[in-house]
């Protein structure tokens, strides 16, 4: 029987999907590995920053590297009367690895055992995480009498260039909770021990045929086979609950639904548009909703930038500071004019704010797709910048989100039971599209201008991305009006 190494990350993909990490360990040709979207490379990017910064919580700690002989490890801890050590790894006979963030020895001799994490709160998964380290050390002979997270203070402001670790890292004590669960994570070590080390599984379905969309593995294809077009899985805003009876009955496609089984009003348009193959629309209510705002309008998004640490003076961790706006104005007979703005540097929004405000005036309708994104960053920016804070209530007041007209008056099966642009806009407007652009999505243009903005480095490249970012921007709103005009037509002609 093989001994495979088993990390935290395969126990916690263990706890997801049992045949997906089996197949990871035992045949690896076959395993699809999950794509890390720039969203989950943004978060691993804070996560190190904040362990950087967290060392400065535990002055004179001993630093351990990657691949260092566990014998010397533990060695080291044993000759040191009390400290803090930084990521010493550690491994138990069943081949089981743990590379802890700090372990800090107490004056008892027993053990306080600390994760550092990049988010504000606490969750079951950090738990868990902790409970498997735990379980690790102590199959190496160490007591561990302590848990601890330590987590981002969400009050704290930044008041100077320099952060305070001791003000925005908060160590918060998960002792009972961990010791809770100590008894269910060994007898879930045990199994994925016993499973993922199987020479030969059922590889005929893995769990995540039971699991919406969102949770499923990434080798979902290789057990379940590819799901048909318009599978129940598209279904919009479909839950477990709802989704467990289909599958039980071994109903894949939407169209297969029976007319019986009770679906939510989208949900049951959805369907009928799929079964006629046509489009499910209100248009008396949309022609009064449309007809109810006032020109002119102005189409809005915004990009902003946040990192777990905060880097300008009167923010917070992950807050969101806008660095660039797309505007595109529509008047009652139709004339089309835009505007765009792209700060070279973080700031406070006050000069992305005039230029708005010159363009706009306190005048027409807002729109943008799904306004809570954009009314939030409003509420965030008069904090900033309160000079402006009677044109951005203005702009709150007088907001109309586009996107909920595709939420329950226009359904369509081939929004997939989204409503996101990016899935209306090419069924809508099919000759417009985010294709040909160098970013296509709000996490990389967030990377892209720090890159540009904060770290400077792009050399040569700097203009060329600063035109990336403005191109994103612009069609985004671009996609919005070609949408609303659409609507326009249809309701006139």
């Known amino acids: 029987m093989p001994n495979h190494k088993i990390t935290k990350t395969d126990f916690l993909g263990f706890l997801k999907c049992q045949k997906s990490i089996w197949l990871k360990k035992n045949k690896p040709q076959l395993h699809n590995e999950p794509e890390i979207d720039p969203y989950e490379m943004m978060l691993i990017k804070g996560g190190e920053e904040v362990e950087i910064l967290a060392k400065e919580l535990f ?16 060695s080291k801890i044993s000759e040191t009367a009390s ?48 409970a498997f ?8 002979g160490l007591t561990i009498s302590k848990t601890s997270i330590i987590l981002l203070n969400g009050d704290y402001t930044l008041e100077t260039d320099q952060v305070i670790p001791e003000q925005l890292l908060l160590s918060k004590d998960v002792t009972e909770v ?19 080390n199987l020479n030969e599984i059922d590889e005929s379905s893995c769990s995540c045929l039971h699991n919406t969309k969102r949770n499923h593995c990434s080798n979902f294809e290789y057990f379940n086979g590819t799901l048909p077009p318009n599978s129940v899985f598209d279904l919009s805003g479909i839950r477990i609950g709802r989704l467990q009876p289909l ?35 209100d248009w008396e209510n949309i022609k009064e909703i449309l007809s109810s705002l006032q020109y002119p309008l102005h189409f809005i ?15 917070k961790a992950h807050q969101h500071l806008v660095f660039q706006v797309s505007i595109h104005t529509l008047t009652e007979d139709g004339t089309l004019t835009h505007h765009e703005y792209v700060s070279d540097q973080l700031e406070k929004p006050d000069s992305l704010l005039e230029s708005m405000k010159n363009f706009t005036g306190l005048t027409g309708t807002f729109i943008s797709w799904n306004k809570t994104y954009e009314t939030s960053r409003n509420k965030e920016m008069k904090e900033l910048a309160p000079a402006y804070g009677e044109y951005l209530d203005y702009i709150n007041d007088n907001m109309f989100d586009l996107m909920n007209i595709f939420k329950s008056d226009y359904i369509d099966f081939q929004f997939q039971g989204s409503a996101s642009i990016k899935k209306v806009l090419p069924v809508i407007i099919p000759e417009l599209s985010y ?59």
């Open 247 to 281: 599958i039980n009955q071994g109903i894949r496609k939407i169209k297969d639904i029976p007319d019986r089984f009770t679906l939510s009003p989208k949900q049951n348009k959805q369907r009928k548009s799929l079964l006629e193959e046509r489009p499910i629309v």
């Open 178 to 196: 961990v010791n809770s669960i100590k008894d269910q994570t060994e007898e879930e070590i045990n199994e994925a021990v016993r499973i993922i």
């Open 435 to 493: 294709e040909d652009l160098q970013i296509q999505n709000g996490t990389t243009a967030n990377e892209q201008w720090e890159r540009l903005a904060i770290a400077r480095n792009l050399g040569a490249d700097q203009e060329q991305v600063r035109l990336n970012l403005l191109e994103y921007c612009k069609r985004d709103t671009l996609a919005m009006v070609k949408i609303f005009q659409f609507l326009q037509n249809q309701i006139t002609n």
């Open 301 to 315: 998004d915004y990009e902003a930038y946040s990192s777990a640490i905060p880097k300008l003076v009167d923010t």
């Open 83 to 130: 400290g803090a050590f930084y990521q010493p790894s550690f491994v138990t006979e069943e081949n089981l690895f743990a590379r802890v963030d700090f372990l800090e020895k107490l004056e008892d001799g027993t053990f306080h055992l600390i994760e550092v994490k990049s988010s504000k709160n606490d969750k079951p998964e950090h738990h868990k995480d902790l």
């Open 133 to 140: 380290q735990k379980y690790v050390l102590e199959k190496n």
């Open 59 to 74: 002055p004179g700690h001993h630093e351990f590297s990657l691949g260092e002989d566990q014998n010397n490890i533990l």
